[in-house]
């Protein structure tokens, strides 16, 4: 999901879920050049477009966290019967 960021005007906040009640929070600078034009800069990497984001950061990162999680050494646990407090891929 993309939104307003409160770090200003200049940029938008990138939330994908990682799972169940897990999620990851970006920030993501917004230029416009001269031309009018916008480019977006996620980690020092430059995008044309929000789309553009999407297919080339969102669905791999997705992707590489769907492989985690079905890994058989993904686990997470439960602390004093609360919801879920941590996670982790176990090594070998």
Known sequence: ???PSGNGIDFLAL???QYDN?????AIKEITNENG???YILFNQSYGSLDE???MYINVIS???RE???SDKFRYKLEDNKKLV???VLEE
């Open 53 to 55: 984001i999407i297919k």
């Open 86 to 88: 941590s996670k982790e």
């Open 63 to 65: 992707e590489q966290i």
């Open 15 to 17: 939330t994908i879920k």
């Open 1 to 3: 999901m993309f939104r």
């Open 37 to 39: 034009n916008r480019n």
């Open 68 to 70: 985690v999680i079905n």
């Open 22 to 26: 897990i999620y990851i929070n970006i």
